[in-house]
T-cell receptor
Framework: GAVVSQHPSRVICKSGTSVKIECRSL??????MFWYRQFPKKSLMLMAT?????????EQGVEKDKFLINHASLTLSTLTVTSAHPEDSSFYIC???????????FGPGTRLTVT | AQSVAQPEDQVNVAEGNPLTVKCTYS??????LFWYVQYPNRGLQFLLK??????LVKGSYGFEAEFNKSQTSFHLKKPSALVSDSALYFC????????????FGQGTELSVKP
């Protein structure tokens, strides 16, 4: 149980375009989802926390207008990178939990490359 | 603020030897500590956690970790390393005062050679 999927696993987009990444909890209802960004061989940096039906809480330094997060249902959260630039290229990982202080289950990650 | 530190960027071990990946923590209140493993281009896989109870925690794939309150450490161990254990390991602490977010250490790359 407790499976989280991400789609797509890899995406290449052109500079200036937007790209959407989906995070789904397949066998449980995820009240809370977290979005992380990871640079090569580096630690995970929390970008934002989203609770179903409410606005996401962004970490300091993360542009909310650039990284749009929607958590419209208990099984789906989306991260949209708007007007992507090469510096947005990274590995994006989501996690899901049944509540903010409950165990997080991680998705397999999405590799974004902006050309 | 809660934090964890992994003092070693890389650990090299010969197959069959015991391995230790170090983690120290700094928390206010009770520590909720986790170890995760990450293989290349993959998400994080949960290994084990300490919430309360026995100081020696047993986890997946033969890994275990010892919670040491006096030394504020939570080192990951395995008695006999496998080549397939080679991966990136992360220690994390959960901050329940900040919405349950996980704060990760810098990561330690474990290399197990035959």
């Amino acid at each position: 149980g407790a499976v989280v999927s991400q789609h797509p696993s890899r995406v290449i987009c052109k500079s200036g375009t937007s790209v959407k990444i989906e995070c789904r909890s397949l066998d449980f209802q995820a009240t809370t989802m977290f979005w992380y960004r990871q640079f090569p061989k580096k630690s995970l940096m929390l970008m934002a926390t989203s609770n179903e039906g409410s606005k996401a809480t962004y970490e300091q330094g993360v542009e909310k207008d650039k990284f749009l997060i929607n958590h419209a249902s208990l099984t789906l959260s989306t991260l949209t990178v708007t007007s992507a630039h090469p510096e947005d290229s990274s590995f994006y990982i989501c996690s899901a939990s049944t509540g903010p202080t409950y165990e997080q289950y991680f998705g397999p990650g999405t590799r974004l490359t902006v050309t | 603020a809660q934090s964890v530190a992994q003092p070693e960027d890389q650990v090299n071990v010969a197959e069959g030897n015991p391995l230790t990946v170090k983690c120290t923590y700094s928390v206010s209140g009770n520590p909720y500590l986790f170890w995760y493993v990450q293989y290349p281009n993959r998400g994080l896989q949960f290994l084990l956690k300490y919430i309360t109870g026995d100081n020696l925690v047993k986890g997946s794939y033969g890994f275990e970790a010892e919670f040491n309150k006096s030394q504020t450490s939570f080192h990951l161990k395995k008695p006999s390393a496998l080549v397939s254990d080679s991966a990136l390991y992360f220690c994390a602490v959960r901050d329940d005062n900040q919405g349950g977010k996980l704060i990760f250490g810098q990561g330690t790359e474990l290399s197990v050679k035959p």
